[in-house]
């Protein structure tokens, strides 16, 4: 389960600093929503069980995460 729990979230934290990095996901990300995505990101980066309360990281980075990336959604926005 940790183990499980630890892969998941590594992943989808190198994929959401990465969408950070670049700059881009469905279309170009404004100049504040870059650094939020690779810090969220790098939140998912840390291991549950590194401290008391890591896992808390975790969540906090996955809903900032998942709420920017909802909010590039062409539906959501106006075209640019």
């Not at 504040?32 to 990101?41: K, W, Y």
């Not at 790098?42 to 401290?51: H, S």
Request: charged share 10%.
């Amino acid at each position: 389960m940790d183990v499980g729990l630890a892969a998941l979230t590594a992943t989808a934290g190198i994929w959401v600093v990465s969408i950070g990095i670049v700059g881009y996901f469905r279309r170009p990300l404004g100049p504040l929503v870059r650094p939020a995505l690779v810090i969220s990101g790098l939140a998912l980066l840390v291991p549950a069980g590194a401290f008391d309360g890591a896992l808390w990281t975790d969540v906090a980075g996955a809903a900032v995460g998942t709420l920017l990336l909802a909010g590039t959604h062409p539906k959501v926005l106006p075209p640019p």
